[in-house]
C-alpha cells in the first residue's frame, strides 16, 4: 500500500463508501449471489444489529478472502498491557503524578511497546476504559493487531504514526488524534523511527462507542466539527506472503499465523470507520465575560454511559486559546469532582501546572480527589492583569470518567512516578484577614 498521497473521506459516522478497483462495490445491494470481482462480502458490526438508527455502526468490507481463514490461536505475552480495574490493590485517595513516561532502549512495536498506566470499569461488563503509553521503536510489518475489547483512541504525542487499517491507511502526527473501532485490524508504521522514538496516549474504551458531544445552546456548528474528521479511501497490500495477527480479546493478548494479508479490503461501505482528526480544526468556546467555565466545552468525542451527562469517558482538550475574562482568576479552579480525571499533555505547558507537568507526563485526580492550580499557577493568575492573553503552543488533554482509574503496578512502580507531586500545593498559605 503506497502512503504517498493519502486520501481521505470526510465527515463523523456518515455513510462512507469506496473502492481501491473501480467496480468493486456492489450496487443496490450488500451481498449478491457473487460479489463484483469474486470478493467476499463480510459485515463488520460496531454495534448490535438492533441499536437504536443513530447509534447503529456497522460496515460491509469486500475483501479477496474473508477474516475467518486463519491459524490457530496461542497465547501472546504482553504484561505491560492490563485490562480493567484491578480492585485488590489499596490505593490512597491522593493525587498522583508522572514525569514524561521514558523509553526503556528495548526494541518494541506499537503492540509490545504499549503499557498501561491506569484502568477502570471491565471490558467484559462494555464499561470503563485504560489510558495507556505507547514506547514504540519499531514499525509493525508483516504483524497486525486487533482489538475484541474496545476501540481506540490514539493521541500522538511524539513521531508520526502511518496506521494502516482494512479499511485503508491514516496518518496521524502530534496534534492529531486516530479512532480506531473495536474489531479492526491494523498495524503501525514509524515513518520517523530514524529520528528517534514513538510516544503517545492511548484510551483504551471498553464501553459505548465514541460520539461527538451534543450542543445544546452552541447550536448547529462548533467544538470538533464533523466535517474534519477523516475516513481512509480503501487500499490493499499486494505483496505475498503471511502475517502474524494479535488479538486482544478477553483481556488477554493471543496470537495466529495468517498466509494472506489481512489487509485485503478492496471496497468497503458504511458508517463504522477509523478516523482521524487534527485538534487544530477545534472552535474552541470559552467565557467572554468572566469566570472559568467548566471544562465540557472542550469536549472532543464523548463516550456515554446509561446515566445521561455522566459519560463513561469524555475525551476533553486543552488547546490554545485566548483568556480574557475580566475580574476572574482564570486558570481551573481549586475543585474536587465527582469523575475521575487522567490527564496527559502533548506539548507545551497546561496553565493549572506550568513547572510541574511536562509533556509525556500523566496525572490522575479520582473522583473526590481535591486538586487544582500549584502555587506558582496559583501566585501568577491571583496577580496577573487581566489584559486579554493567548494560550498558545500547548495541548493537554483528559480523559474523564465516572469510573475511578486503578494505577497498574508498573505505573506505581516506574521510576517516572512523582512521589512529590502534592508538594506543589503544600505553600499554599492561609492569608484570610478578618
Ligand atoms: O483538573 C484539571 O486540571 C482539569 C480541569 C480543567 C478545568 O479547566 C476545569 C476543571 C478541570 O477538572
Ligand atoms: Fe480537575
Redesign the pocket.
Known amino acids: 500500500m503506497s502512503t504517498d498521497a493519502l486520501r481521505y473521506q470526510s465527515g463523523f459516522g456518515n455513510e462512507y463508501a469506496t473502492e481501491a478497483v473501480a467496480g468493486a462495490l456492489p450496487q443496490g445491494r450488500n451481498s449478491p449471489q457473487r460479489a463484483p470481482l469474486d470478493l467476499y462480502p463480510e459485515l463488520l458490526s460496531g454495534t448490535a444489529f438492533t441499536a437504536p438508527r443513530h447509534e447503529n455502526r456497522r460496515s460491509w468490507l469486500y475483501r479477496r478472502q474473508p477474516s475467518v481463514v486463519s491459524g490457530r490461536y496461542e497465547a501472546y505475552a504482553q504484561p505491560g498491557w492490563q485490562t480493567g480495574a484491578d480492585r485488590s490493590l489499596a490505593l490512597a485517595p491522593e493525587p498522583m503524578r508522572w514525569h514524561p513516561i521514558p523509553f526503556s532502549g528495548a526494541e518494541a512495536d506499537f503492540v509490545d511497546g504499549m503499557h498501561t498506566l491506569v484502568a477502570n470499569g471491565d471490558a467484559e461488563a462494555q464499561c470503563g476504559l485504560a489510558a495507556h503509553v505507547y514506547l514504540a521503536s519499531k514499525s509493525m510489518t508483516r504483524r497486525a493487531f486487533v482489538n475484541a475489547d474496545g476501540e481506540l483512541l490514539v493521541v500522538p504525542q511524539q513521531g508520526r504514526l502511518v496506521i494502516t487499517t482494512e479499511m485503508g491507511v491514516l496518518e496521524v502526527k502530534p496534534g492529531e488524534i486516530a479512532l480506531l473501532p473495536r474489531g479492526v485490524v491494523f498495524k503501525v508504521a514509524l515513518p520517523d523511527s530514524g529520528q528517534g522514538a514513538a510516544r503517545g496516549y492511548v484510551c483504551e474504551n471498553y464501553g459505548a462507542q465514541f460520539r461527538l458531544p451534543e450542543l445544546g445552546p452552541i447550536g448547529s456548528n462548533g467544538l470538533a466539527n464533523p466535517r474534519d474528521f477523516q475516513a481512509p479511501v480503501a487500499a490493499f497490500e499486494t505483496e505475498a506472503g503471511g502475517y502474524e495477527l494479535v488479538k486482544k480479546s478477553g483481556g488477554r493478548l493471543w496470537r495466529a499465523p495468517m498466509k494472506q494479508s489481512p489487509f485485503n479490503v478492496v471496497a468497503w461501505h458504511g458508517n463504522l470507520a477509523p478516523v482521524k482528526y487534527d485538534t487544530a480544526n477545534f472552535m474552541t468556546i470559552g467565557s467572554i465575560s468572566f469566570d472559568?467555565?467548566?471544562?465540557s466545552i472542550?469536549t472532543v468525542l464523548t463516550s456515554p454511559s446509561d446515566t445521561p451527562g455522566t459519560a463513561n469517558c469524555d475525551f476533553?482538550i486543552?488547546p490554545p486559546r485566548w483568556l480574557v475574562m475580566e475580574d476572574t482568576f482564570r486558570?481551573?479552579?481549586y475543585?474536587r469532582?465527582l469523575m475521575s480525571?487522567f490527564?496527559g499533555l502533548v506539548y507545551g505547558e497546561?496553565d493549572?501546572?506550568p513547572g510541574g507537568f511536562k509533556p509525556g507526563g500523566a496525572?490522575l485526580?479520582n473522583a473526590m480527589v481535591p486538586?487544582?492550580p500549584d502555587q506558582e499557577a496559583f501566585e501568577k493568575a491571583s496577580g496577573a492583569d487581566l489584559k486579554p492573553q493567548k494560550l498558545d503552543n500547548t495541548l493537554?488533554f483528559?480523559f474523564?470518567s465516572r469510573y475511578r482509574f486503578i494505577p497498574t503496578a508498573w505505573a506505581l512502580q516506574s521510576p517516572a512516578l512523582d512521589t512529590d507531586y502534592a508538594d506543589c500545593w503544600a505553600g499554599l498559605q492561609d492569608k484570610f484577614k478578618p
Open positions: 472559568h467555565p467548566d471544562p472542550f476533553v486543552f486558570p481551573p479552579w475543585h469532582n480525571e490527564m497546561y493549572a501546572k496525572s485526580h486538586h487544582g493537554a483528559m474523564e
